[in-house]
């Protein structure tokens, strides 16, 4: 199976599926010399951990990352680093039914269609638990770019048709919902409520800013800044939106209203209004980045539907097992590492962009 890496020079391979025996990830291009430890990662990964509130799936699970490789005394080798955690809480008698019928909204029908076959034990890779891989090499490029001044604040902005109405950075991770607005949180979690009730389950977006880019980051054409989020954020399981500084919105505007003046504050260039999340031309401005991810209600419900099994019959089902009512909460810190392994893989591209850079790196 193609298409588990990720990144040009920050590399990222995940690997494992749900019910394995473990789940990582390798990250090669990782520079030498980065302070590095396992508590770093486990801080990220503590975020996506399932069982923390009634709205994840009450399938407790440890996920403690082991590194394998790549630090030493403390600090990256620039050698591949190896990441694990070990599936500890595995049932996959949950999941048999599954081996069954296709899952509406799931990977099932399209993973036989394509392989013929499929691990279908909590979903194999098309598992949540596959975004642990890319929690942890997140962690890793997060804290290189902290060290830059470079810094993510990422959050629940609307849960359902519960959006939020105000901003305190603070209140992030004051809820389980990891919204920025109490008031808002205490809605969304009535809401959740009512859709747990229903045995259905419900979407949400997500909206990540990121403060301290410096001008200039990313490639023209292919590997423009914004292409290249778009793509590492709709990688993500049940991302089906992704939009930029206005995003949709700007198709209804003006341009008087949508370009971004610029003006000289103190001796430098700056935009007076940032319509455009922080990228022009696929290269950052020096604004802060804004995106948006929008994500789709958990395909796994109880409530009966209709579907087809393997032998061709039109069935109808109800999921049992453990799946979360809503996606959000847990995708929140997964969008963060996308983010972060993206702007990193895009830092390091920039090094050999002039002449200049390379002069002042190598000539005595
Ligand atoms: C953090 C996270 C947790 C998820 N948990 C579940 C879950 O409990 N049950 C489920 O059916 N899907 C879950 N998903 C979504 C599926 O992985 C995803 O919908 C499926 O692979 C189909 O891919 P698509 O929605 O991108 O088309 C989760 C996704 C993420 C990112």
């Not at 990964?45 to 394998?68: F, W």
């Not at 949400?204 to 292919?222: A, K, R, S, T």
């Amino acid at each position: 199976m193609a298409g588990s890496t990720f990144g040009n020079i920050f590399k990222i391979t995940t690997w494992g599926e749900s019910h394995g025996k473990g789940i990582g990830v390798v990250i090669d291009g990782c520079p030498a010399g980065l302070e590095l430890s396992e508590t770093d990662i486990q801080i990220y990964l503590n975020r996506r951990k399932p069982g923390q509130s009634k709205y994840s799936t009450p399938r407790k699970e440890d996920d403690a990352v082991e590194i394998l490789s790549g630090v030493f005394e403390g600090k990256t080798t620039g050698t591949p680093i190896s990441l694990v955690v070990f599936n500890k809480n595995q049932k996959s008698k949950d999941y048999s039914e599954i081996a069954s019928y296709y899952r509406p909204g799931h990977a099932d029908y399209t993973f036989d269609e394509k392989y013929g076959f499929r691990d279908y034990r909590g979903g194999g890779r098309s598992s949540g638990r596959e975004t642990i891989g890319r929690v942890a090499a997140g962690a890793v490029a997060a804290k290189l770019l902290k060290q830059l001044g470079i810094q993510f604040t990422t959050y629940a902005k609307s849960i359902g048709p519960v959006e939020i109405t105000s901003f305190d950075a603070s209140q992030i991770m004051e809820n389980p919902l990891y919204m920025p607005d109490a008031k808002a949180a205490e809605k969304a979690s009535a809401f959740l409520e009512e859709c747990m009730k229903n045995q259905d389950s419900a979407g949400g977006i997500i909206e990540c800013i990121v403060e301290g880019v410096p001008v200039g980051i990313g490639d023209p054409v292919f590997e423009k800044l914004d292409a290249n989020l778009a793509k590492a954020i709709l990688s993500i399981g049940a991302v089906k939106g992704f939009e930029i500084g206005d995003g949709f919105a700007v198709a209804a505007s003006m341009g008087s209203t949508n370009n971004d003046s610029f003006a000289m504050t103190d001796n430098s260039i700056q935009k007076l209004t940032n319509h455009s999340g922080g990228v022009l031309g696929g290269m950052t401005d020096g604004s802060p980045i804004i995106f948006r991810a929008a994500i789709k209600p958990t395909p796994s419900i109880a409530a009966m539907q209709k579907t087809v099994n393997k032998s061709g019959e039109e069935i109808e089902i109800s999921i049992k097992g453990r799946h979360d009512p809503i996606i959000v909460p847990r995708a929140v810190v997964v969008v963060e590492a996308m983010a972060a392994l993206t702007i990193l893989d895009a830092l390091l591209m920039n090094m050999t962009a002039k002449v200049d850079n390379i002069c002042s790196f190598y000539k005595k």
